[in-house]
Nanobody, 121 residues
Framework: QVQLVESGGGLVQAGGSLRLSCAAS????????MGWYRQAPGKQRELVAA???????NYADSVKGRFTISRDNAKNTVYLQMNSLKPEDTAVYYC???????????????WGQGTQVTVSS
């Protein structure tokens, strides 16, 4: 009932930039936190950045100062601006949203399908 669709991934050289977008659609009463995770082969999925409905943000230490998360509540969309990309940033990036589909229900976390980001040296 809730879908998250990502865009903006691709192949870039080290030092380059990418902007990821993720739009949530479907039965949505409200969205609390939204965020981005990434997973490289053989590694656990890790938090990259998160943002609350009020705009508070949290970043992994490895991306602080390089990545910026933002959101447009009117569009149910979260963005990740990635600058000064490094080969270590290569991973599949997944967006997520904590969604309430009915006002009396609890929030549930939904995930996008993932988008590949590859940074060449």
């Amino acid at each position: 009932q809730v879908q998250l669709v990502e865009s903006g991934g691709g192949l870039v050289q080290a030092g380059g930039s990418l902007r990821l977008s993720c739009a949530a659609s479907g039965r949505i009463f409200s969205i609390n936190a939204m965020g981005w995770y990434r997973q490289a082969p053989g590694k656990q999925r890790e938090l990259v950045a998160a943002i609350t409905s009020g705009g508070s943000t949290n970043y992994a230490d490895s991306v602080k100062g390089r990545f910026t998360i933002s959101r447009d509540n009117a569009k149910n969309t979260v963005y990740l601006q990635m600058n000064s990309l490094k080969p270590e940033d290569t991973a599949v990036y997944y967006c997520n949203a904590d969604v309430q589909i009915y006002w009396r229900d609890s929030y549930s976390r939904y995930w996008g399908q993932g988008t590949q980001v590859t940074v060449s040296s």
